[in-house]
Every structure is written in C-alpha cells, then in structure tokens.
C-alpha cells in the first residue's frame, strides 16, 4: 500500500509539472477526486446504456482479485453511473467511449459545459461489438412523477455574462407619428420602460399614448441552491400611463385624458410541494380630467400560506381591496376583505382533492354586511404532459373604476353621470355559482394546448349599455348594475410547424345574458378569436407575421387582417414594418369608437 501512495503521489507531483511545461492536465474535477482517493487506485470508469446500475457493476466491475462485486459492495466514487431511460420500440446499441466529466458553468440559459482542449485524452479502445443479448437483459425503467404547482414561480437563473441593457423601436407611419418604445437594464434586476404614440388622424378614437414604469426584483441567497429549491423573491414596480382619447359627449366633448399610475410589491418564497408564501400589494391612483378631476384610489392586499406535502395540504390566505374618492354624486367608497382557509389531499398518482371556507366583509352604495364563500377543487396530473383540473365556488369580487375602464377604454362615469344620471357604478360582485373545469396538455417547452369551460352566475354586475342622443351626436356608456349568467369556452393552443414556424392561436365562445329581462348583454363578446403565425423558418434574417383578429357581440361583428415583417441588417439592428386592418374593415367594436383604423408603421429595432 505504501508503494501505491508513493506512486499516486508521483504522479500528481508529475502531472503537476508537465502542466507547468505545457502539457495538457486532467480536468480539476478529476484531479481532486484522486487526491481524495489517497491509498486506492485511481481508477475512473463510465458507463452509458439502458441498464440498471445495480445489474450493471455486478456483472461488468471486478476488482483486482478478479472477483466479482455485488452491487451492496461496492463504493467506488470514481464510478459514474448515467441512464439515458429512454423509452423506444427499437433501442439502438450505444457506443462506450473513454470520456471525461467537463467543467460547467451556469449561465441564464441554464448550465453550459465547457470543453477545453485539456481534457481530450488519448485512447486506443474499440468500440464494442454489437450484444444481441443486451435487450433480454433490459429492465423496465419507469420515469417518475414529479409534482408542481404550476402558481409558483419558477428558480431563477443567475444573470447573464453579457446581457442585453437595451432594447428600443422607433417608427412613423400613416397614423402614427412618432411611435417610439424602449426598455433599458441599468443595472442588474432592474427594468424601465418607456413608449409614446402620437395619433394624427382623427377618426382614431385614441389619439395619444404615454407609458414611463420601472420594475426591480431581488433574489435573496439559499444555502442550497437545488433545482427543486424556489429562491426568495422581492419585486417592485412603478408606472404610470396616460391616454387620450376623443369622445363625442354632449358636455365636455373633446380629448379625455385617462391617467393610470400604479405602485406595486410582492415577495414570494416556498419550495414546491411544502411551505409557499406570497404577499402583494398594489395601490392604483386613476384619473379621468373633464372639466375637472375623477379620481379613484384603489388599494390592494393579499397574503397567502400554504403547506403540500403528501398526504396533506393546507393553506390560509387574506385578501383586501378598497376603491375610494370617486367625484360622483353621492360620494363613497366601495370594499372588499375575505379570510379563508384550504384543506385538501394529495395521492401518490398526483390526484389532488380539497376545498376551503372563507368569510367575506362587503361595503358598496347599496350593499353593508357580509357572507361565506365556500369552495371546493380536483386536480390530477396523469403525467408529466397531462393536467386535468376542475373546481366550484360561491364568491366575491369588487368591480372598480380601475377594472370598468379596462374593459371599456372609452367608458367615463363623469359623462354618464352628468348625463344620464347613473352615479357611482363600483359594486361588490357576489357571484353564487362559479364552475370551471381545465384539461392542459404539453407537447413540448413551446408547444401546449388547453381547454377551459366556464359557468358564472352574478349579481349586481355592471353591465355596459349606451346611451346617444342622436339630437347632438353625442354618445356615452352607462355601467348600469344588473344580475347576470354567462357560459364561456376557451381554447388556446401554440404548435410549431415545419422547420421552427409559430403558430398562436385563442378563442373564446360566450353567451352573457341578463338574467331577470332575458336578453343578451349589449356589449359583451359573444366571440373573440385571434391568430398569430410567425414564419421563422423562411429566411434567418427575415421574419413575416400575418395575425387575424376576429370579435363578435351580439348585433356587430369586426374582422382585422395585420400584416408585419422584419429584417435583419446586423445582429443587433433590423428593420420592421406593420400594416393594421389591411382591409379597412369596420373597427369599432364599441359604437361610434374607431379603435382600429387602417395604419401603416415602419421604422428601426434594436437591441445592444
């Protein structure tokens, strides 16, 4: 044994100096690994073939004695073991090679192994002849069943050694001009963002479009940065928005401006299937300028802790939403607060059962009280491309200004009001019976398809009618409060084709009625389908899009045909250009508001 160490010591202390002289050196890993070895042989093997490795070192591995080992037996760390678990109906014969473990190093696509010219070695070894007794030899492997709550967010990557600090379009066109848009990274984790659009023309219903925001996200450090580990996450957001738009109103017709900022944060920590915590908050601060100030303060709050590990899951969660200061006759405020709980299980095959109890705190013009909100949920996940999930649940939500002019880009409660006389349109929303029921299938990274169904009963939801007075040409949207019931499927799917073209594609069937006068919502879509094609696969440096928008409400439907392209002049520069409603085809899904007139864009992207 003391000649054996003096010899390993040798030729660690020769290789060292052949190193110094220029002469190619094991990898450090393998250098390390025989210095841990000491007093045993520095013998290093690897295998790769469909066989399990207990059979494998039994009856491949022998010691000097030229015994055999059993697999108990053995303890050889120098020994790599990798099962490639493919499963095929013709498994073909996988070549050995002498091979060496390279270094790796993570990167913000994932780990990237480095092959250096040091770690070639020279081998006078065969290959194998083919063994036609290997596949009776073979046993089953089965790929197992990994859990994740497809909620959470995902490990993060450690940032880029080169990353991108600024991507920017700028362009003019036929209605727009200028249009320009940039994001910028200044500094590590953190994101600003600015796009402005000038519209001239004036049958664009929107005429103006500013947006400045800036986000930053911390990951805190782990000790043990496993796959499986989710890292600590603080985000923060800023933004504000600004639009224009031009409404025909019988008082204070003119440009409307519709301002939005937004103040947000969040912190998410957990590892899947155990211990998850989440807390938001937002605060959101909207503005509608006619003649004056509407203004609107929404608040928000949500924190969320959850325990799955199997048999059991369990969780509590508390949510807080308030609108607050809206310039309408009478003046008051409208609230949201819910405490609840979760309790379900979980089997070994990835079947989840359960349902929670949760109370909710309500106060709106015409509502002050409050009720239980009980619900229940499955899920199954057959296997890892599968996912099959339904749930039923009697709720609450608010419905504030905020969320009215989402909807409705040219919706303003102080025209209505000034009008019509609707007051303040903010409702709590009980909804008595939710059902949804989701089947998820994944092809691949990119690809995927899914399937919801939906059945929502509602009351006090507002509805959105118009109200013109043909007299002046003046037109207005009320936000009246009705009950109502809606049935909704949605489909979407992303395939690719050929040699790497995109296909997107979403549709969305509903049918919204007014429950207690039996007649369809005026301006809920009836249809809403859009499809994008990217055909990547034509040219390396040019990319054609062709994208078809189709939306249907109950008395009107529009149809839009878009057309883009872009070309690569370098690796950072490229040339685009867009064409918008290449049909001139009505678009004005809310009457009287053309929101998408024919247009023509082109400028310059880049990205450094």
């Known amino acids: 044994m003391r000649y054996l160490t003096a010899i390993i010591a040798l030729l660690l202390v020769g290789g060292e100096l052949l190193a110094q002289n220029g002469t190619r050196r094991l990898p450090p890993s393998l250098e390390r690994e025989m210095k841990l070895r000491k007093g045993s042989s520095g013998r290093i093997m690897t295998f790769s073939d469909t066989l399990k490795a207990k059979t494998r070192i039994a009856e491949s591995i022998r010691n000097t004695s030229l015994q055999e080992l059993d697999s108990t037996m053995v303890q050889d760390s120098a020994i790599i073991m990798v099962d490639s678990a493919v499963s095929i109906s013709h498994k073909e014969w996988l070549d050995e090679h002498i091979a ?34 290997l596949p009776q030899k073979m046993e089953t492997v089965e790929r197992e069943r990994l859990t994740a709550n497809e909620s959470l967010p995902l490990t993060r990557p450690i940032a880029q050694e080169k990353p991108t600090w600024l ?92 301002s939005n900022t937004q103040l947000g944060a969040s912190y998410r920590v957990g590892e899947l299937a155990e211990l998850r915590l989440a807390t938001d908050g937002r605060v959101n601060f909207l503005s509608d300028e006619v003649m004056g100030t509407l203004g609107e303060t929404t608040t928000e709050l949500s924190l969320d802790l959850a325990h799955e590990e199997r048999p059991y899951l369990y969780g509590f969660n508390a949510s807080f939403r308030a609108a607050d200061e809206i310039d309408v006759t009478p003046r008051s405020s409208a609230s949201l607060a819910m405490l609840g709980a979760t309790f379900g299980f979980v089997t070994e095959d990835n079947f989840k059962i359960g349902g929670g109890l949760a109370y909710a705190f309500t106060n709106d013009v015409v509502r002050s009280g409050g009720g239980f909100s009980p619900h229940a949920f499955l899920r199954w996940q057959q296997n890892p491309f599968l996912v099959l999930s339904a749930s039923v649940a009697r709720t609450y939500r608010l419905s504030t200004l905020a969320d009215l002019t989402k909807t409705n880009l040219f919706y303003s409660p102080i025209l209505a009001d000034s009008m019509f006389g609707t007051g303040d349109p903010r409702r709590v929303v009980l909804e008595p019976l939710r ?29 959105f009618e118009m109200l013109p007075d043909t007299t002046a040409g003046a037109r207005a949207f009320a936000a009246t409060p009705k009950d109502t019931r809606r049935f909704e499927a949605e489909a979407k799917a992303t395939f690719l084709l050929f040699k790497g073209d995109e296909l997107n594609a979403s549709v969305i069937f509903a049918s919204a009625t007014i429950s207690n006068e039996e007649r369809s919502m005026p301006f809920a879509p009836t249809m809403n389908a859009s499809i994008t094609y990217r055909m990547k696969a034509l040219a390396p440096t040019f990319t054609p899009v062709v994208e078809f928008i189709h939306l249907a409400r109950p008395d009107k439907s529009i149809s839009l045909l878009n ?46």
Do not use: C
């Not at 496993?226 to 003119?254: E, W």
């Open 563 to 608: 057309g883009e392209a872009s070309f690569g002049l370098s690796e950072n520069i490229s040339l685009f250009g867009r064409i918008e409603n290449i049909f001139n085809a009505a678009g004005d899904f809310w009457t009287g508001y053309n929101e998408h007139p024919r247009s023509i864009l082109a400028g310059i992207r880049g990205r450094f």
């Open 100 to 133: 060496e473990l390279p270094e790796y190093r993570l990167t913000a696509a994932g780990p990237r192994f480095v092959f250096p010219l040091s770690i070639l070695i020279d081998t006078r070894r065969r290959t194998i002849p083919f063994d036609s007794t």
């Open 435 to 463: 059902i949804a029921a989701n089947i998820e299938y994944t092809v691949s990274l990119v690809e995927r398809l899914g399937v919801e169904v939906r059945y929502i009963m509602s009351e006090d939801e507002p509805v």
């Open 167 to 258: 991507l920017f379009n700028a362009g003019a066109g036929t209605v727009s001009l200028p249009s320009i848009s940039a994001i910028a990274y200044p500094i590590k984790n953190l994101r600003a963002e600015v796009a402005l659009q000038s519209n001239l023309d004036d049958a664009h219903a929107v005429r103006n479009l500013f947006f400045l925001g800036a986000s930053y996200e911390h990951f805190f450090s782990v000790p043990d940065q496993r796959p499986d580990v989710l890292i600590p996450q603080l985000h923060l957001d800023l933004s504000h928005a600004r639009t224009d738009r031009l409404m025909p109103a019988l008082v204070y017709s003119g440009n409307h401006t519709l």
